[in-house]
């Protein structure tokens, strides 16, 4: 900038005035550091807007300020030569504002008709000057009775030789009112400030370029080009005033990351229809690509291009810190700042101290894939149809483990590598809810399209939500575990996982939940023994989980197979019928075995295991082998009853070994499937365990042609074949020690069942040779025992001193070391549960001819269905309890359900002892309650409270001998027999013993239960008998 022609001197100019008198002070006016004095020369600025008696600019006496009262358009001849104004030019002065007018400004111009935009806007109190010939600084709008300081960059605006400085003060409706004061008028030349934003801690200098932003397409559209931006001389903040929609261009295009944050102070000083600061590639603001930030809104319905941040208030000035790479992330070319205004004068408004940096500092998501940890170090985007909140941010926990999401969030991460999901894929996590919303899932997603395919899961929701629905649901502040076989909703490459809590609510703000401890993990193989060949290999089965049954839609899809993590076993909980595909499929032939352990947790109404060439299951071919089941399911078509072996014992491992061939032959079987079959209503019971499977072709017994032997002291199925997986070990012929399959191949039989009767026939043929029939010991025929056990005979009937049973006493000592036979009688002929006593009403010994036994239960009811051959009717009962039957003395005993048991063994001379040696020689007890028997199974005998219990110890040595030619020779040592009080006397509790050594079942345990009821129990007991005839009791 520069005074053409005029000498660094004080210049006095002499002018023609049109209407004034000339001001002996002159305006003094610093340009570039010289003064100029210009004579108080006024003239009219802007022809007919000053009114007549207007006055004139009063100049101070120092000649430094100008004072302006009233209505007045005045202007100050510049130099005859003018002064010229470059795009350098700056012009700085300071304003005080005593009262107000509509508007004050100041003019740099080149002549006095006020044509082009020349002026600059002070102060208004009208807010809209006429024909946008004006021009607003950013420090515009002074308020009555303060001071501000002007720097404006004139050069910016217009360039050329100016000939007047003109002051106006616009005053239409008072002409005396409006006071102002412009004093220290300087103009200098000065390079622009750079604007200072800070990245990652480097400076970036961004030059004061200011051009228009485009909206819509339209070039400048919305901007007032008589506003500009204020850049302070640190360069630290930048000002904006009135309507203003602007860019700064970068040195070069930034990069925003997805952990990048951006960080400033906004000043709303005046507020305006909204403030907003945006990163922009080329300027163009489009709905599709938001890069605006809105910091303050009184119309934000016009601001749809703009993304939301938390309003500020006038007169505040607010810190942000916003993470911009959560909203959008690329290079970008400009800075720009938005004022909308609709009163394109108003609005006033700082942004200071920008920077930019990566926030590294936070934890990343942390997950487990197939054991390995993996963090996920990326910053989250959103996920879904523009669903998602950004300002809620994503919150991942300090030990990377959990991510907890506030108010409505659509929010996904990026995984390192893709996660590959297969038919086997299983994720497991937990979820608390806080506060419930519109819906909250989790997705695993190929891209970030919520709608193209399902693949979220809902944990919690009060609308619908087109997804796949977890149950149960959770609650508001509960914490609750979910696995999810992911493998079966759909598999390929994941690369996202995605978290939604939607709430499409006015107040987005609402919402709370947190996901924790994900974990990815592929379902065992379950690894199957095949033996071909006298060779073994495991065959490992991929554990996909397919639907068995579907044509008869039996599975609930939910309920999975559960496989232990070595692969030997499999669980089933609840309604399922699922099948596993083979590799390579099975061929069954003449050889072809299937054994494996089963162990039954809970019942339910079917529990099978099937081997089938297809998926469809049904009665035409039937492949199933039904092992378990409250079903009464022994005429349906599609199960094979035929040798199998139904497991009754809850908790007790059961060993299954079957020969398929019995069954069915062929190629081509492809498929091992489970069946767990519950119809009820809650479709969650049923639990159940195979393990140890195993496909054998079996060769020839290794032992058949072997001559072996072995002892112990008890001949049971265990002990059998514990001693035969020993030989098979010694025996160079055998591969492996598999017992069952020998006896399998041994015996020549189809199944465990068979195998053990056959190894009961090899034990007890060992006692058969020296069994003492029962009957000999009364000395008596066979009906005698028949009459005598139900309450019959002399030996019952009358008294002791007129009927000698003292031959009772000579059998017990001659057979003491004697295994005796159990009588062949109907009272002992189906002792299902290992049980049997006698109930006593009288004593034959007694002086008293009715004299009664001694008293030790009570009677409940006889049920006379029971014992139909003792009470000689087919149906009936008497009901008896709280010892209405008068004195009852009932005494028991109990064996091993394994033939080999000593105590099952000898339980002929339990009831010689039970029976005639105790209750009846030694006590004198006899006679039965009305229509039951004295002596026999539980099952036939009244339901009393209790008996007293005898035990048998038996001191033996059973030896068995083998030889191919003469098979199997067993010899049994009979040491001693020993018969004692059971611990407690009691039946029930010697009961509960031989359960707890696995000698009888849970099954017969419970059974038990229901016949002796224990004390003060008579009343429930024969509540329920009634209840089952139609009847109640009371």
């Known amino acids: ?598 162990l039954l947790e809970e019942i339910t109404e079917i529990h099978g295991i099937c081997i089938d060439e297809n998926l469809q299951h049904t009665s035409d071919f039937p492949r199933c082998f039904p092992l378990a089941g409250t079903q009464d399911a022994s005429k349906e078509g599609d199960l094979l009853y035929r040798g199998t072996e139904q497991t009754y014992s809850i908790n007790e491992v059961q060993k299954y070994v079957i020969r398929l061939s019995e069954f069915f032959h062929g190629e081509d079987f492809k498929y091992l499937a489970f069946i767990q079959d519950n119809d009820s209503s809650d479709r969650t019971t049923g639990v159940s365990t195979y393990s140890n499977i195993e496909f054998t072709e079996i060769a020839q017994s290794c032992l058949k042609d072997e001559n072996f032997e072995f002892s112990f002291d008890e001949c049971t199925i265990e002990n059998f074949v514990e001693e035969v997986e020993d030989l098979m070990t010694a025996t160079s012929g055998c591969v492996g020690n598999n017992a069952w399959l020998e006896l399998l191949a041994f015996f020549n039989v189809n199944s465990k069942p068979q195998i053990e009767e056959r190894i009961g026939a090899v034990c007890t043929s060992g006692y058969k040779k020296d069994y003492v029939p029962f009957d000999s010991i009364a000395g008596k025929h066979v009906q005698f025992s028949n009459e005598f056990f139900d309450g019959g005979t002399a030996w019952n009937y009358e008294h002791a001193s007129n009927v000698d049973v003292n031959r009772i006493e000579i059998m017990n000592a001659k057979y003491s070391n004697k295994a005796i036979g159990m009588p062949d009688v109907h009272n002992f002929k189906q002792c299902e549960l290992g049980a049997a006593m006698c109930c006593y009403v009288a004593n034959r010994k007694s002086n008293d001819v009715d004299a009664d036994p001694e008293d030790n239960s009570d009677a409940c009811y006889m049920d006379f269905s029971e014992a139909q051959e003792s009470s000689h009717v087919r149906d009936g009962y008497s009901i008896y309890g709280n010892g209405v039957e008068g004195s009852l003395n009932c005494h028991g005993f109990a064996w091993g359900n394994d033939v080999g048991y000593a105590d099952n063994a000898f339980k002929g001379n339990s009831l010689f002892q039970v029976a005639m040696y105790d209750s009846l020689y030694q006590n004198g007890f006899s006679e039965e309650l009305p229509g039951a028997p004295m002596c026999g199974c539980v099952e036939q005998m009244p339901v009393v409270t209790k008996a007293s219990c005898t035990k048998v110890v038996v001191d033996q040595i059973v030896s068995v001998k083998y030889d191919a030619i003469t098979e199997f020779n067993v010899n049994v040592d009979i040491r001693s027999i020993i018969h004692r009080r059971c611990d407690n006397n009691d039946l029930s509790s010697h009961y509960e013993g031989l359960l707890r050594q696995g000698k009888v079942t849970q099954r017969a345990k419970d059974h038990l239960d229901t016949r002796l009821v224990g004390e003060g129990n008579c009343p429930d007991a024969i509540r329920t008998f009634l209840a089952g005839k139609g009847f109640s009791f009371s």
């Open 1 to 598: 900038m520069k005074v053409n022609n005029v000498s660094l001197a004080v210049i006095a100019v002499a002018s023609k005035l049109s209407s004034s008198v000339a001001n002996s002070t002159p305006l003094l006016l610093s340009v570039d550091g010289v003064t100029l004095s210009l004579d108080d020369a006024q003239v009219q600025y802007h022809k007919n807007q000053n009114h007549n008696g207007a006055n004139e600019v009063a100049v101070s006496g120092n000649g430094l300020s100008a004072e302006m009262v009233g209505n007045l358009w005045r202007a100050f001849p510049l130099p005859e030569e003018g002064i010229e104004v470059d795009e350098n030019t700056v012009l700085e002065f300071k304003f005080d504002l005593e009262e107000e007018a509509d508007y004050q400004m100041i003019c740099l111009d080149e002549d006095t008709m006020a044509k082009s935009a020349r002026c600059f806007v002070l102060a208004s109190r009208t807010g809209e000057p006429f024909n946008e010939k004006y021009y607003y600084p950013p420090q515009y709008a002074t308020p009555e009775n303060s001071s501000v300081d002007f720097k404006i960059p004139i050069g910016r605006f217009y360039t050329g030789n100016m000939k007047y400085f003109a002051f106006v003060q616009e005053n239409d409706l008072d002409t005396s009112k409006g006071l102002s004061t412009i004093s220290n008028i300087r103009m200098f030349s000065e390079e622009p400030n750079n604007l200072v934003l800070t990245q990652n801690g480097e400076e970036i200098l961004i030059p004061d370029v200011q051009t228009y932003l485009y909206l819509n397409k339209a070039a400048g559209d919305k901007d007032s080009k008589q506003t500009f931006m204020y850049i302070a001389d640190d360069g630290k903040s930048i000002q904006l005033g009135g309507n203003s929609w602007k860019a700064l261009e970068f040195p070069s295009p930034i990069v925003i990351s997805p952990k990048t944050v951006l960080e400033f102070d906004f000043n709303l000083i005046e507020s305006s229809n909204g403030e907003a600061i945006c990163f922009e590639e080329d300027r163009q603001i489009t709905n599709d690509q938001k890069r605006c930030f809105f910091l303050h809104s009184t119309a934000t319905s016009n601001f749809d291009v703009l993304l939301g941040a938390e309003n500020a208030s006038e007169g505040e000035t607010k810190h942000y810190t916003i993470p911009i790479g959560l909203y959008y992330t690329g290079s970008f070319q400009y800075l720009a700042f938005i004022s909308f205004s609709s009163v394109k004068s108003r609005g006033k408004s700082t942004f200071s101290n920008l920077q930019l940096y990566d926030d590294d500092q936070g934890p990343g998501l942390k997950i487990i894939v197939d054991g390995e940890e993996v963090s996920i170090s990326e910053t989250e985007g959103s996920y879904g149809n523009n669903q998602d909140s950004i300002e809620n941010v994503l919150e991942i926990s300090g030990d990377g483990l959990a991510a907890h999401l506030e108010g409505n969030q659509w929010k996904s991460v990026a995984l390192p590598m893709p996660i590959e999901i297969n038919a086997a894929t299983e994720v497991e996590f937990d979820f608390f809810l806080g506060e419930r919303v519109d819906h909250h899932g989790i997705c695993f997603d190929d891209n970030l399209v919520e709608n193209d395919a399902k693949h979220c899961f809902v944990t919690a929701n009060t609308d619908n939500w087109s997804q796949h629905n977890l149950s149960p649901k959770t609650s508001t502040g509960e914490t609750r575990h979910y696995k999810i076989p992911i493998g079966t909703y759909f598999t390929g490459p994941m690369n996202f996982i995605a978290f939604v809590q939607d709430n499409d609510s006015g107040d987005q703000s609402e919402g709370v939940s947190t996901y924790s401890n994900i974990v990815f993990s592929e379902r065992p193989e379950l690894n199957l023994g095949i033996t071909q060949e006298s060779v073994r290999q495991g065959l490992s089965v991929f554990n996909q989980q397919l639907r068995y049954a579907d044509n008869q839609n039996q599975d609930t899809a939910s309920n999975l197979i559960e496989v232990s993590s070595d692969g030997k076993s499999a669980t089933l909980r609840g309604n399922l019928y699922k099948a596993l595909e083979i590799p390579g499929g099975l061929t069954i032939g003449d050889n072809s075995v299937l054994s494996f352990d089963f």
